[in-house]
C-alpha cells in the first residue's frame, strides 16, 4: 500500500513536470504595428486606426511603434494651436504605444506641448535634454506582452551638424550622440527580455551599420529615409529591418515574432497598403473631419496653368517668390524645405503654400562671395543630386559620376544667360532661416540680415501680385 502511493507521488511530481516543461517551452508570438514618417497624413489616419483595430481584433496585445516624424507637412496640424495636436490627438485614439523622435518632432518648438499631449511615451537614447526644455524623454521601455518581455531602445536622426535636421533655434539646451555609438550601452537588455528591438529614426544606411554591429538585436523598426522596404528583405546579420515610405502612401508594418524559451526563433514582416484599406476607424474618421474643418485654408491666391510636376518647379517657383519679395541677387532654398512634390493645374490656396513651406521659417538675406555660394553647393549637398538646393536667378550644371549618377564630381554655376558666375563678386542671397544657420556654422558666413517675415508669407502675397504662374519645364540645374 505504501509502495503505491509512493507511486502516486512520484507520477505527480512527473506530470508536474511536464507540464512545467510544457508552458516554459511554449512558442509565444508578439505582434507589432508600425508606421514611420507620417508627416501628420490626417486623411490617411482613419484608415491607419481600421488596420489597428483590425488587427487587435486577432492579438488583443498588438503593440503600436512609431519610428519619427509623425508631424510637419500638413497645415491642418503644423498650424494648430499648440501645433501637432490633431496628429497626436489621433495617434493617442489609436492606441499607439510608442513613438521615436524624429527630427521633425522638434519643429516648430512645439515638442514639449506634443509630449504633454501624449499618451504613450517618447523613447530616444541619444538625445540629452536640460530640464528647462521641458522634453521628457526615455531611452527605451520595457512592455509585458502577455508574459513576453520586449525591450525598445529609440533613437534619432543625427545629422553632419551634430545634431538632428532641424532649425537649429528649436534646440536649445538639448545635445545628441551618434545612433551606432549608443546602442551599445543597451546590451544588457538582453538579460531581461526576451526581445530586444531599436525604434529607429537614424536613417536606412545607419540601420544597416547597426544591425551588423551589434547582432543581439531581434529588429530594427527604422524611419526618416523615406523608403520602402518588402517582406523579401533579407535579414541583416540576423535582425529583421523594416522601413516604410513617407505618409502613409505605401504600406505600414505588421511585425510577428515567435519567441520561444526566452529567444525569437521566428520573424516576419507583413507590409499592408493603407490607401486601399477598406475598414476605418469611425472614431478617427470623424475627428479629422472636425480637424480639417478650416475654411481659412481653402482661400485662393492664383491658379496654375499647368501642373508642377515636380520638386524641381515647386523649388522655382518657391526662389523666384523669395526673390522678388526681397528684391535680391539670388535666392537659395533646401532640396527638403520645399514638402510637395507635385502640385496639379488649379486653384493656388493657402493650405498648398503650407503644405509647401511648413516649417515656420522666416527669411534672411545673406551677402556671399560666388566662391561662397559654390561652397555652400559643395557642402549642403555633400555632391550628392537628391540633396542639392533649388536656385533663383542663377543656375548651375552638375557633372555626375559615370559609375553612380547620383555622385556630384563637379558644379558650374551660371547666370540665367548662360555666363560663368563671377566667383569673386558679392551677390545678396535671399535663403531661409535654416539655411542661414547652417552658413553660420559650416561656412562662418555672418554677413546676414534677418527679414522678418515668414517665407510661407512672402510665397502667398507673391502669388497674390498674380492671376496665374506656369513653372513647368522650369529647372535650374542641368546634368551632364
Not at 508600425?34 to 492579438?59: C, F, K, V, W
Not at 558666413?445 to 507673391?462: G, K, Q, S
Amino acid at each position: 500500500m505504501k509502495t503505491i502511493k509512493n507511486l502516486r507521488t512520484v507520477l505527480v511530481l512527473l506530470l508536474s513536470f511536464v507540464t512545467t516543461l510544457t508552458v516554459f517551452s511554449q512558442r509565444r508570438e508578439v505582434h507589432i504595428l508600425s508606421a514611420n514618417d507620417m508627416h501628420a497624413t490626417l486623411e490617411l489616419m482613419p484608415q491607419l486606426g481600421g488596420i489597428a483595430d483590425s488587427l487587435r481584433a486577432l492579438y488583443p496585445s498588438l503593440l503600436v511603434l512609431s519610428a519619427g516624424d509623425n508631424r510637419t507637412g500638413n497645415p491642418l496640424n503644423d498650424m494648430y494651436s499648440p501645433s501637432g495636436y490633431p496628429m497626436v490627438t489621433l495617434m493617442n485614439q489609436i492606441g499607439f504605444n510608442a513613438s521615436a523622435l524624429g527630427n521633425h518632432e522638434f519643429d516648430m518648438g512645439s515638442l514639449p506641448h506634443t509630449i504633454d499631449h501624449s499618451n504613450f511615451r517618447y523613447l530616444c537614447a541619444n538625445i540629452h535634454a536640460e530640464e528647462q526644455t521641458g522634453i521628457r524623454t526615455v531611452p527605451c521601455q520595457v512592455f509585458d506582452v502577455e508574459g513576453v518581455k520586449v525591450g525598445i531602445i529609440g533613437l534619432v536622426q543625427y545629422g553632419q551638424l551634430g545634431r538632428p535636421d532641424t532649425h537649429p533655434d528649436n534646440l536649445h539646451g538639448i545635445t545628441f550622440e551618434e545612433p551606432a555609438e549608443v546602442v551599445g550601452r543597451y546590451e544588457s537588455l538582453r538579460n531581461s527580455c526576451d526581445v530586444v528591438m531599436l525604434l529607429s529614426h537614424a536613417g536606412y544606411e545607419v540601420d544597416t551599420l547597426m544591425a551588423n554591429r551589434y547582432g543581439w538585436l531581434d529588429l530594427i523598426v527604422g524611419g526618416h529615409t523615406h523608403i520602402q522596404l518588402s517582406a523579401d528583405e533579407p535579414l541583416h546579420n540576423g535582425v529583421l529591418l523594416t522601413h516604410n515610405t513617407n505618409k502613409l502612401q505605401q504600406n505600414v508594418t505588421h511585425i510577428t515574432l515567435t519567441v520561444d524559451s526566452g529567444r525569437v526563433v521566428e520573424k516576419h514582416a507583413e507590409y499592408i497598403d493603407v490607401k486601399s484599406f477598406q475598414s476605418k476607424n469611425a472614431i478617427v474618421d470623424v475627428m479629422v473631419r472636425h480637424f480639417s474643418n478650416n475654411p481659412d485654408y481653402q482661400r485662393v491666391h492664383a491658379k496654375a496653368t499647368t501642373p508642377l510636376e515636380n520638386k524641381r518647379e515647386i523649388g522655382s517657383l518657391f526662389c523666384d517668390a523669395l526673390m522678388s519679395e526681397t528684391d535680391t541677387d539670388f535666392a537659395i532654398a533646401n532640396y527638403n524645405g520645399v514638402r510637395l512634390s507635385r502640385m496639379p493645374a488649379g486653384d493656388i490656396t493657402v493650405g498648398n503654400v503650407l503644405e509647401l513651406d511648413p516649417f515656420g521659417n522666416t527669411a534672411a538675406i545673406i551677402n556671399m562671395k560666388g566662391s561662397q555660394i559654390l561652397e555652400f553647393l559643395q557642402k549642403y549637398s555633400r555632391m550628392e543630386t537628391y540633396r542639392f538646393p533649388h536656385l533663383g536667378g542663377f543656375m548651375a550644371e552638375l557633372t555626375l559620376d559615370k559609375e553612380n549618377s547620383t555622385v556630384i564630381k563637379n558644379i558650374k554655376l551660371t547666370t540665367m544667360d548662360g555666363k560663368c558666375l563671377n566667383l569673386k563678386k558679392t551677390y545678396r542671397v535671399v535663403t531661409n532661416s535654416y539655411v542661414a544657420a547652417f552658413c553660420r556654422e559650416s561656412l562662418g558666413i555672418t554677413d546676414m540680415e534677418t527679414v522678418n517675415r515668414y517665407t510661407a508669407d512672402m510665397l502667398i502675397h507673391f502669388l497674390t501680385q498674380r492671376e496665374s504662374v506656369d513653372y513647368q519645364g522650369v529647372n535650374r540645374i542641368t546634368f551632364k
